[in-house]
């Protein structure tokens, strides 16, 4: 074995061969919305009998639904570049990226520490891992770059089965849930048999040990290794001035007591919310600490609106693509004149080849399908529970047991669905293209795993 050419393991190679595949032929995440787009419209008119203008108004008319959502989006990208960037948070990313000596242990410990934070809470595990994939490949000698950005993204694939996850929580919920689910579900679902099922809980510790090794394998030999410069990482130093030659706005501006302040006024809020709620994290709380973390971390007003001006930058694809993905979204739940979408119609299809037995499973992979046109926890339960919940129901299958099959699958495929990489990719300066090879054989690894999870229990 050469120092400089080391010969590759079958799994480099194939990881390597869909890393050059996707990077030559994967387009920007906006041509990709663009060419969903055009699918959808053209799969619309003859699977629901609506004509060209009808699915037009579809997709018009859904163009504006995830306003709401896409300034959440932006707001993670924002807040939480806003709190990295602050000198003492960025101490504590160092003592913990300190732990990994080796490239190796720099993969498999992005993975688990995203992985962990998705479990917990979806938006926190995007920020936390790209985050914290940026302090290691900062400190690391010789990480793949492109890889390290991609096991932090492939920690997202816990997330529908953790304690932030949309299915399981709307069903202990148990509101609505008998119009929601065709009448199938008529009394809330407790998340022990859901989230903390011997099924869940067993899928998620095999992925838990076997995604991190899979990403460890896949390092590419050291002559294809692409690694990046740690000066591209630094933030840039807000400029101060001295306190004698401050004018009165310059004061306010630099004004330690006026972070302070609104930061107590935070996390009083902060405090009380956990107290009366419990540890219900939503995007909203979820920026509401990142935001007042970051401003109580930069100590005054006019470092941390130098954070923010550079972490805006990051937020122009969530901005741009969402509305699109909206557009898809509308087009995927419009109603024909027979009563049928397209999504009802693509989950139809692998209902009527299902049994008891394999139903679970083709509910997975059909949700998997959905998911890359509407990639949406909420809203793919919308439109999949009232078909897949009463045709479990009819052949014997446990509610609990569809409904994770529906939240797997949604989660499953955003390993090659760039919507949720947006801002991931924007917190690490990189393309959809640069890490989707990888998170294609995520996608196969946990694929294997989780399908096989629902054929045992």
């Known amino acids: ?105 720099a993969i498999i410990l992005v993975t688990m520490i995203s992985a962990l934070a998705c479990w917990v809470n979806w938006g926190f595990g995007l920020v936390v891992g790209a985050i914290f994939a940026r302090e290691i490949a900062a400190r690391v000698h010789g990480v793949d770059y492109r890889l390290l950005i991609a096991s932090a993204y492939s920690g997202f694939l816990f997330w529908h089965g953790g304690l932030s996850g949309s299915i399981p929580l709307a069903i202990a919920g148990g509101v609505d849930m008998s119009k929601v689910t065709g009448g199938a579900v008529t009394a809330a679902i407790p998340t022990s048999e859901t989230i903390f099922s011997p099924m869940n809980l067993t899928i998620l510790a095999v992925m838990f040990i076997t995604i991190p090794l899979l990403n460890r394998m896949m390092h590419p030999a050291p002559q294809d290794t692409v690694t990046i410069d740690p000066k591209l990482l630094e933030e840039p130093v807000v400029a101060t001035v001295t306190q004698g030659k401050m004018t009165p706005a310059e004061r306010l501006e630099n004004s330690r007591l006026l972070s302070m302040t609104l930061g107590v006024m935070g996390f009083a809020y902060i405090i009380h919310y956990f107290i009366t709620k419990g540890f219900a994290l939503n995007l909203n709380i979820v920026n509401f600490i990142f935001l007042f973390t970051a401003i109580v971390l930069h100590g005054t007003p006019k470092s941390l609106l130098g954070a923010v001006s550079q972490g805006a930058r990051n937020c122009s694809g969530i901005l741009l693509q969402f509305p699109f993905y909206a557009g898809i979204m509308g087009m995927m739940t419009a109603v024909g004149p027979e009563g049928a979408s397209l999504a009802g119609v693509i989950s139809q299809a692998f209902v009527s080849m299902s049994n008891e037995t394999t139903f679970p499973l083709f509910a997975f992979w059909s949700a998997g399908i959905v998911n890359f046109f509407v990639p949406s926890g909420g809203g793919q339960w919308a439109v999949q529970a009232p078909i897949m919940m009463p045709a479990g129901a009819a052949l014997g299958v446990d509610a609990a047991k569809t409904a994770m099959a529906i939240a797997w699958g949604d989660a499953w495929t955003n390993m090659i669905q760039p919507f949720w990489a947006l801002p991931a990719l924007a917190i690490a300066g990189l393309s959809a293209k640069d890490v989707m090879g990888y998170c294609l054989m995520a996608l196969i690894g946990s694929g294997v795993i989780i399908s096989l999870g629902f054929l045992i229990f």
């Open 1 to 105: 074995m050469n120092t400089l050419v080391q010969k590759k393991t079958l799994l480099q190679k194939v990881s390597q061969f869909f890393v050059t595949l996707l990077q030559r032929y994967l387009p920007d995440p906006f041509i990709f919305a663009i060419v969903l787009t055009f699918v959808v419209f053209l799969f619309a008119m003859p699977s629901t009998g609506q004509s060209p203008l009808q699915v037009v108004n579809a997709w018009a008319g859904g163009f504006w639904d995830l306003l709401s959502f896409s300034m959440q989006m932006a707001m993670v990208v924002l807040t939480g570049h806003a709190m990295a960037s602050a000198p003492a948070f960025k101490r504590k990313l160092a003592i913990m990226a300190g732990i990994a000596k080796t490239p190796g242990q």
